[in-house]
């Protein structure tokens, strides 16, 4: 053989099913922990903060969430709220998911929102459009 059988969740097709699953999980909990304000951050909870993905590394140890502010400002406050209370988001996320093991959050801006905008700006452009429509 010769190391070369391939294990199936590492031969880069992408996070498995149980990644994606559990990424989910913890977006919804997280989407519904900033929403109500469970933390006891006053600055962090006056903002409105969409969760767009939760990525998480092939062990679990790891989730990557991907946040937007509402309207997009205050894009570099944002990460540094939600680093500064990194502990208290992933005790509240654990509580409502019970799992085995609470992850290590970390955030980044989520810049499919800005690419879908300079997608549709693209896509309106008089000669672009002509392309598509003929």
């Known amino acids: 053989m010769g190391g ?9 097709a992408g996070p ?35 969760v767009g993905e939760v990525r998480t590394s092939p062990d679990l140890k790891i989730a990557t969430a991907y946040v937007l502010p509402l309207g997009g400002a205050g894009k570099d406050e944002v990460l540094k709220l939600l680093g500064r209370n990194k502990g208290e988001l992933r005790h509240a996320i654990n509580k409502k998911l019970a799992l085995k093991h609470s992850p290590d959050l970390r955030f980044q801006l989520d810049m499919t929102f800005d690419q879908m905008d300079d997608t549709r700006r693209m896509l309106n452009q008089d000669a672009v459009r002509r392309d598509t429509e003929s």
Do not use: C, Y
């Not at 070369?4 to 880069?12: I, P, Y």
């Not at 919804?28 to 006891?40: C, F, M, N, P, Q």
């Open 16 to 50: 498995s099913q149980r990644q994606l699953r559990v990424g989910e999980l913890i977006r919804r909990a997280l989407s519904e922990v900033l929403a109500r304000g469970d933390v006891h951050d006053p600055e962090l909870n006056r903002m409105s903060i969409t």
């Open 4 to 12: 070369m059988a391939k294990n199936k969740s590492h031969d880069g």
